[in-house]
């Protein structure tokens, strides 16, 4: 279980930034006061425009970086207070977060695994189960550099997950991959929670939210908009689908703005 209350998080604006502002200082509110809990056995679906805060708010779960306040416990343990414990519960995976092109699969899932404390036994079982569901297999020797964009995301994917993490959070999942590897990783993500883990997935498609999650916090300018089932979320702005909810708390938003 993640449970995220009030969570915070400003950065100060660049030159550039502040130039064309016009000022001489600043800062940017990523996140502000967001609060939302997702649980074990689900798939928690943050949904929002590009810029909306996603990654800041996920960065800060996965104790990248500090939120500026508010809380974030996995379990009971404080990601603010208990970093290296919290990581040890977790694995996060961005497409910003590339592996070296010179290794291939095969060692960098020993590597990694290593990393994690875990015996070589372990890291073998574990390589098996993975490599089998992402068909990475036949390339395990094959240098990351050397392979497609689809292989290097599932080799990616399956050495985040060397150490059978209980919270799983990705960041944008399908973004850029094809039809086919895009549905080897959801599929994948449904069995992750049908085992229990807690999976957390921020997107901007749609589709994905609607399909794949139980519930969903669409968040706008760093701000939760709502919160909860697709249905509470239809039900709440009398819509029939996602894409069109999404679009009428948008423009609610930019009214207020306004």
Same mark, same amino acid.
Do not use: W
């Given at each position: ?10 950065? $100060? ?40 805060? @996603? ?47 010179? #290794? ?7 590597? #990694? ?25 036949? #390339? ?21 997950? =060397? ?31 049908? $085992?229990? @883990?807690? =999976? ?7 589709? %994905? ?16 908009? %709502? ?5 509470? %979320?239809?039900?709440?702005? $009398? ?20």
């Amino acid at each position: 279980m993640v449970k995220v209350t009030n969570l915070t998080k400003t950065f $100060s604006l660049n030159r550039k930034q502040l130039k064309e502002k016009g000022i001489k200082k600043g800062a940017i509110i990523a996140v502000n006061n967001v609060s939302f809990e997702a649980k074990s056995g689900e798939i928690f679906a943050l949904l929002g425009p590009n810029g909306a805060g @996603k990654t800041t708010a996920l960065r800060c779960i996965a104790a990248l970086i500090n939120a500026d306040s508010g809380n974030i416990f996995l379990d009971d343990i404080n990601v603010g207070t208990m970093k290296n414990e919290a990581r040890k519960k977790m694995c996060f995976l961005t497409n910003e977060l590339k592996l070296d092109d010179h #290794f291939s699969a095969d060692y960098l899932f020993d590597f #990694f695994g290593k990393l994690h404390g875990l015996a070589q036994e372990t890291i073998d079982e574990n390589k098996k189960i993975l490599f089998k569901e992402f068909d990475i297999e036949q #390339f395990k020797h094959v240098k990351i550099g050397k392979m497609s964009s689809g292989m290097k995301q599932k080799t990616a994917i399956a050495v985040n997950l =060397v150490h059978d993490p209980e919270i799983i959070i990705f960041d944008e999942p399908t973004n850029g991959l094809d039809v086919i590897t895009a549905r080897a990783v959801t599929d994948y993500l449904a069995k992750l929670k049908k $085992s229990g @883990k807690t =999976v957390i997935v921020s997107t901007h498609i749609m589709s %994905i939210a609607e399909k794949m999650s139980d519930r969903i916090a669409v968040i706008i300018d760093g701000e939760i908009a %709502i919160n909860g089932t697709l249905s509470e %979320i239809l039900d709440s702005t $009398s819509c029939e689908n996602l894409d069109d909810a999404f679009f009428k708390l948008y423009k609610e938003r930019k009214k207020t703005d306004e």
